[in-house]
């Protein structure tokens, strides 16, 4: 009996505690934010950072879907919906709670867009790599979705792609 509960206290103290979604999802937002108003470079997709924060298939999707010459699938940054972000707007970030979702969580987040306004995202995370990551944010503000999950639209714009003759 003494044997169990020292195997139990020891798990127990040796297991690190695993952050929240909701955690996750603010650190990779000041993260991010910060990183694109500085343009550091550590929002690349390639970025140790990107590769902490976001699940792997949506970083291959999305490397994939901007390679693609004059693809409309991403016609703003598909982690804010818009297509620039000012340093001032940051401290207006806001995430809420955790709702199920799947096998997985979406969180609601809301950034500062400029003149007291803010922008509604739904975030959806999945555990990868016994973290929780992003792989699909959702514009609820707007009820719209960038379709980097669409085989079909990807496929349509490769096509088109290949008929056009970059400069």
């Known amino acids: ?3 169990f509960l020292l195997l139990c206290l020891m798990l127990t103290g040796c297991s690190t505690p695993t952050e929240t979604p909701e ?3 603010y650190d990779f937002y000041q993260f991010y934010l910060n990183a694109v108003v500085t ?3 550590e929002d690349n997709l390639d970025s140790a950072n990107m590769h902490d924060y ?3 298939d949506t970083l291959t999707r999305l490397k994939k879907i901007l390679s693609i010459y004059e693809q409309e699938i991403t016609d703003s940054d598909y982690f804010t ?8 707007w940051i401290p ?5 709670n955790a709702t199920d979702y799947s096998s997985g969580k979406v969180v609601d987040v809301y950034l500062g867009v ?4 803010v922008l509604h995202l739904n975030v959806y995370l999945r555990r990868e790599d016994n973290q929780w990551k ?3 944010v959702r514009d609820a503000s707007n009820h719209f979705e960038q379709p980097i999950f669409d085989d079909h639209a990807i496929a349509a714009a490769e096509r088109y792609a290949s008929t056009i003759t970059p400069p």
């Open 54 to 56: 976001v699940a792997q």
């Open 81 to 88: 919906y818009t297509q620039d972000y000012a340093a001032d």
């Open 39 to 41: 343009d550091s470079h």
């Open 1 to 3: 009996m003494r044997f």
């Open 114 to 117: 400029g003149s007291a306004q």
């Open 92 to 96: 207006a970030l806001k995430v809420n």
């Open 134 to 136: 992003i792989y699909r």
């Open 23 to 25: 955690k996750r999802t």
